[in-house]
């Protein structure tokens, strides 16, 4: 055999060698799924990824020739913070692995391992793309609500199966206005903060001119002008200082007051973390959004959204409650519309506001439509009791508030279990819905439309709301309760970053400060 012959059988040998190396390594899927191993592998969704293998045939979907999907799937969770998701969720660690090159797997228990574990990273980022990464935190869940409208196995195969995975992102995100909104926001501010040498701009001056380089700097960080070196007009500088305080909900003056200071020098990580928050609950409340009425009240916002599936039929401003009596977050479903309700007293407002004007003068219950309640239910003179001798800790009445046009409730409640004794409902008082910071009750949600609500929860028996118009406030009338024609779920959240009505997103000040400022 000649040199020549020698060395192109070295290098065939070679290439040959280096080709079979290249191949991944695999396995019977469907004996190690049933394996200890598998249940010990670590995944997020063992359940699922089972599921899912069992419609493709137990057949490799990652390790083949081409890596094409575990290209797109890659490319998929490196947006994960973009989404408002954390890249660090779906096994990092292997991926980092695909991003250094590797491209086989040395054994055959390698193999499958990586293999499922792909999968299990699949379909978690996907279940958090349809419903979210976590189930919202409240105060009361009375409707045990946890989504679970979407397979993501089955979509999944679907996709994998018809070559349509590069597809699978845009067609799962939400369509929704908000959502869109939001997620632009965090992608505006992500870019913005990404910049080099990036710092939270601090303004303290008042001043709305050019040589207010802070104001300059910041408005460019929150996206409402284009540079924060432009020499911009003082008319121009102004109107993004009014586009400023519209998307912090204030008076949208061009005044640079402390309340706009205070809302522009939130530190932006912050505001990053509101939005990633929101678009999360978002998606967690897809499910429940396409199958049935909704109502959601958003706190630091104060208003009402009523949803007939994923359009918004109704919106109400609101006033909630106030730092010191806040209005706790829940879910619930309303059953009731109750007309002329009487208003019961909690027994912390009866005996700590109450009940010192009372001891000054027993005439304030008759003059404000009180009655007093003894343990039974009976109603007992309040000139026959001696109030001096009662307090806080030691006080055995009810005090009710009777119907009429001085009732708290007003009209028409709406009325949910919960354990905190909170409810939608009218009131006397609409001025306060003019405000821009509607903080006032002691938790309790007044509706500005509330006959419009109740209209829309009764339908078929909303006559009984067009009747209640007409009479308007009769006093001492006995409440009539109505049935709800259809029990509708109400949500009471608690998010900083939230769309209008419109879809546009804005940012309110953390009221309740259950977010303290994150230091720098």
Not at 286 to 296: G, T
Not at 457 to 486: R, S
Request: aromatic fraction near 10%.
């Amino acid at each position: 055999m000649n040199l020549t012959r020698k060395l192109f059988l070295i290098i065939f040998i070679s290439l040959l060698s280096t080709a079979i190396k290249a191949q991944p390594v695999v396995g019977n899927l469907e004996q190690f799924i049933s394996s200890a191993k598998f249940a010990a592998s670590g995944l997020q969704y063992p359940k699922e990824v089972k599921e899912f293998y069992v419609q493709n045939a137990f057949k490799f979907t990652w390790l083949d020739n081409q890596h094409t999907a575990l290209i797109i799937l890659q490319n998929y969770i490196a947006k994960a913070k973009q989404l408002g998701l954390q890249q660090e969720d779906y096994h990092p660690q292997l991926f980092r692995l695909v991003a250094a090159g590797k491209n086989a797997w040395d054994n055959e228990q390698d193999s499958l391992l990586a293999e499922v574990k792909f999968t299990d990273a699949a379909i978690h980022f996907f279940h958090d793309v349809n419903v979210g990464n976590k189930n919202e935190q409240l105060s009361y869940n009375g409707l045990q609500y946890s989504p679970s409208c979407y397979n993501i196995p089955s979509q999944l195969h679907h996709y994998l199966n018809n070559g349509r995975f590069s597809n699978m992102l845009v067609e799962s995100e939400s369509k929704l206005a908000g959502y869109i909104s939001v997620k632009n926001k965090l992608n505006l501010f992500l870019t913005n903060t990404a910049a080099d040498h990036f710092k939270d701009a601090v303004v303290s001056s008042k001043a709305v001119n050019s040589m207010n380089k802070p104001l300059l700097t910041r408005l460019f960080q929150l996206g409402l002008i284009a540079s924060d070196t432009a020499n911009l007009s003082e008319s121009a500088l102004k109107a993004a200082v009014k586009e400023a305080q519209r998307l912090f909900a204030l008076l949208s003056d061009g005044v640079l007051r402390s309340t706009i200071l205070q809302a522009m020098n939130v530190p932006m990580s912050e505001r990053i973390a509101a939005l990633q928050s929101t678009l999360n609950t978002l998606r967690w409340l897809s499910c429940m959004r396409e199958s049935e009425h909704m109502i959601v009240v958003n706190i630091p916002s104060a208003e009402m959204a009523l949803y007939d599936h994923e359009k918004i039929v109704l919106d109400s401003r609101v006033i909630v409650g106030k730092p010191s009596t806040p209005t706790p977050t829940l879910c619930s479903r309303v059953t009731e519309v109750i007309l002329y309700p009487y208003w019961n007293v909690p027994y912390k407002i009866a005996t700590q506001e109450l009940l010192p004007r009372i001891r000054r003068n027993p005439g304030y219950l008759e003059a404000n439509n009180y009655q007093v309640l003894n343990s039974n239910g009976k109603v007992v003179d309040p000139l026959h009791v001696n109030w001096r001798a009662f307090g806080p800790g030691n006080f055995p009445y009810v005090i009710r508030q009777s119907t009429g046009c001085d009732n708290a409730l007003g009209l028409i409640k709406l009325n949910f279990y919960n354990p905190f004794s909170v409810y939608l409902h009218d009131t006397p008082g609409k001025s306060l819905f003019s405000l821009n910071k509607r903080y006032f009750s002691h938790g309790c949600m007044r509706l500005e439309k509330a006959m419009e609500a109740g209209r829309y929860i009764l339908k078929e028996n909303a006559i009984a709301i067009d009747t209640l118009t007409e009479k308007g406030c009769l006093k001492n009338q006995a409440p009539i309760i109505v049935p709800a024609t259809e029990t509708i779920p109400v949500f009471v959240l608690y998010h900083t970053a939230w769309p209008d009505s419109s879809g546009r997103v804005m940012l309110y000040e953390d009221i309740y400060d259950k977010f303290p400022a994150i230091k720098k």
